[in-house]
């Protein structure tokens, strides 16, 4: 009977602490969102823990693929991703508070003379994207749809790092990706005066924290991201956080 008992609380306890967690999956993007258990897990994951926090949740924060991050999210396996668009997911329960805005950039090997002029100047290059990703340009979504161009995918929990190495042993020659992650990424990998930017593409793009459509409690998240989100601006907290990865508030510039 005793050890009937025990069984019995460490069931419930373990009920209740899932209760109290929220579970966050994406993919290697940071500044955005970095490695699990760092001292700088990324800026989005930081507003996570503090805005949850607050009203006594737990984070469960891991990487996966995209597409698989969106996929099983979407089915309710977790609660929410972070870094997304309203195009990467548009089932999912969105706040109306955005977590960043981003512009669409175009990189090339440093030796490389291409300058992005439009879509068309794209023909007859080699182009990595990442699975799942829709990106903050129009131009470029439609023509991933359309595969009117020689487009390379990639998964993977640190996809970004792998379109890199394609880039640099030649098997690709156009990379599309977010300047603020490409120019910390290449820092980590030590890689200045190899690669560089040769354009910008679209206009800048709102990005979320979005959570699962499959959820009962993710108009509740989604309304604790929103009030919490505020909370975080009007202290001060928001940009004191962004600071330390050498941003600024996207509303303020």
Excluded at 19 to 34: E, F, H
Excluded at 89 to 102: I, L, Q, Y
Excluded at 228 to 248: A, M, P, V
């Amino acid at each position: 009977m005793r050890k009937q008992l025990i069984s019995l609380f460490c069931f419930l306890l373990s009920i209740s602490s899932y209760a109290n967690t929220v579970s966050i999956r994406a993919d290697y993007w940071y500044p955005m969102n970095g490695k699990p258990g760092s001292e700088n897990p990324g800026y989005m994951i930081e507003f996570a823990r503090l805005i949850f926090g607050r009203h006594g949740y737990d984070i469960d924060y891991q990487l996966m693929p995209w597409q698989r991050a969106v996929t099983e999210t979407e089915a309710g396996k977790f609660d929410c991703v972070v870094g997304a668009y309203h195009d990467d997911a548009p089932s999912f329960v969105f706040p109306k508070e955005s977590w960043g805005r981003v512009t669409t950039a175009i990189y090339v090997r440093d030796e490389d003379e291409f300058i992005y002029t439009d879509i068309d100047s794209l023909t007859n290059r080699t182009i990595g994207i990442i699975e799942g990703y829709a990106y903050s340009a129009e131009d470029i979504n439609k023509a991933i749809e359309l595969n009117e161009y020689k487009f390379s995918a990639v998964t993977g929990a640190e996809p970004l790092s792998a379109n890199i190495q394609k880039l640099l042993h030649g098997r690709i020659d156009t990379i599309i990706e977010n300047p603020a992650v490409m120019s910390v990424t290449m820092h980590e990998l030590n890689l200045s005066g190899k690669i560089k930017l040769a354009g910008y593409v679209g206009q800048p793009s709102n990005m979320y924290i979005a959570c699962s459509p499959a959820n009962k409690k993710s108009l509740n998240l989604i309304k604790i991201v929103d009030e919490g989100t505020k909370t975080l601006r009007r202290s001060g907290e928001l940009q004191q956080i962004l600071q330390n990865y050498g941003l600024n508030d996207w509303q303020k510039n």
